[in-house]
């Protein structure tokens, strides 16, 4: 089952539009990410485009309202933009990608990471959170960011 969880009023009706082949497999819940995961024991938690929008501070919360509802060997993936070392983009790219980088900074106290700050979030959230490490699929814009839930 995939459980698609937002703010009530993102998810409101979303159960409406699912295909028929998919009903009974896919469902929305209203959740705000900020407090405790109330879903037990799930094999993976996917954030996609969520963390570049908040400061570390609340990253290491959002991350840590999920412990509540990790399993041992969980995985939190999340799919977000990964910065890579200066000069391995082209120019244009590179650029594009740090401006908006400054622009997270200015409009939100919210920004792009790198891999060491990826894994550094996952570590202040908690330890027992494994990073596992970054895959950037060719041609994508985004990266894939996952960790291993290793507590009980």
Not at 25 to 44: C, E, I, K, S, Y
Request: net charge negative; with cysteine; hydrophobic share 45%.
């Amino acid at each position: 089952e995939v459980v698609v969880q937002d703010l009530h009023e993102t998810v409101a009706g979303l159960d409406a539009q699912i295909p028929v082949e998919l009903s009974g497999r896919v469902r929305g819940m209203a959740h705000d990410f900020l407090t405790p995961q109330p879903l037990m024991n799930a094999d993976v938690f996917v954030l996609r485009w969520i963390m570049h929008d908040w400061s570390d501070k609340y990253c290491v919360k959002i991350l840590q309202a999920l412990v509540p509802g990790l399993k041992k060997g969980a995985r939190v993936v999340v799919n977000d933009v990964c910065v890579p070392e200066p000069g391995q983009l082209g120019i244009a790219k590179d650029r594009s990608l740090r401006i908006m980088d400054i622009s997270m900074k200015a409009f939100g106290n919210a920004r792009e990471r790198d891999a060491e700050a990826w894994s550094t979030l996952f570590q202040a959230a908690d330890p027992r959170f494994r990073f596992s490490g970054i895959t950037i699929p060719e041609g994508a814009r985004m990266a894939i960011i996952q960790a291993e839930w290793t507590g009980n």
